[in-house]
């Protein structure tokens, strides 16, 4: 088992990516968390075994409406996540007036 830091460019913000990859990562029983960046990229870690993750990272171009520029991966140590969440960002500055 390893744990990836998968960062993710594009159009993957406010088109249903995150529930998507949880939906895949949960299909695949990998476990970790999905996040949106302020800086308009998705942030994912995601823990199973290599093979499985290759799977998943090659799954996430799946996800309907999002249009994927760009996927960089970082090997963490392992770390342990009971399942796969989805973390709200709460207290985003909002840029609109």
Known sequence: MITLEIL???????VGFRACVRR?????N?????????NGKVQIFA??????????ISMLYSCP?????EIKTNELTMQNFEDFSIIKNEGRISTSL
């Open 47 to 56: 823990a199973s075994d290599p093979i499985i993750l290759e799977k998943f």
């Open 30 to 38: 990998v476990t970790g968390t999905v996040m949106n960046l302020p």
């Open 8 to 14: 993710i460019s594009g159009r993957v913000q406010r």
């Open 24 to 28: 895949i990562a949960t299909n695949l």
């Open 65 to 69: 409406r999002a249009v994927i520029r």
